[in-house]
């Protein structure tokens, strides 16, 4: 796993746009830091977490009523 050190006014949905060119993944950015699951707009030298990319699963290709 990578680290990430923020920036003042980084969001977890920036950072994930950032790393992974994609906000969808903000959501594994949060479950690898839960102390920081509260954060909406982080200050300057935090240090995060950053799990590798999820490989897509070909469920998003799927009609809603077909996932799972």
């Known amino acids: 796993m990578n680290t990430y050190s923020t ?3 980084d969001s977890f949905d920036g950072i994930s746009k950032k790393i992974y060119q994609d ?3 903000a ?3 949060i479950q690898a830091n ?7 707009i ?11 990319k999820p490989a897509p ?7 809603p009523w ?3």
């Open 66 to 68: 077909r996932r799972r």
């Open 34 to 40: 839960p102390d920081y699951a509260n954060t909406v």
């Open 23 to 25: 906000e969808a993944f």
């Open 7 to 9: 920036i003042q006014g």
């Open 57 to 63: 699963s070909g469920a998003d290709n799927l009609p």
């Open 42 to 52: 982080f200050s300057a030298g935090v240090i995060l977490i950053i799990p590798p």
């Open 27 to 29: 959501g594994d950015i």
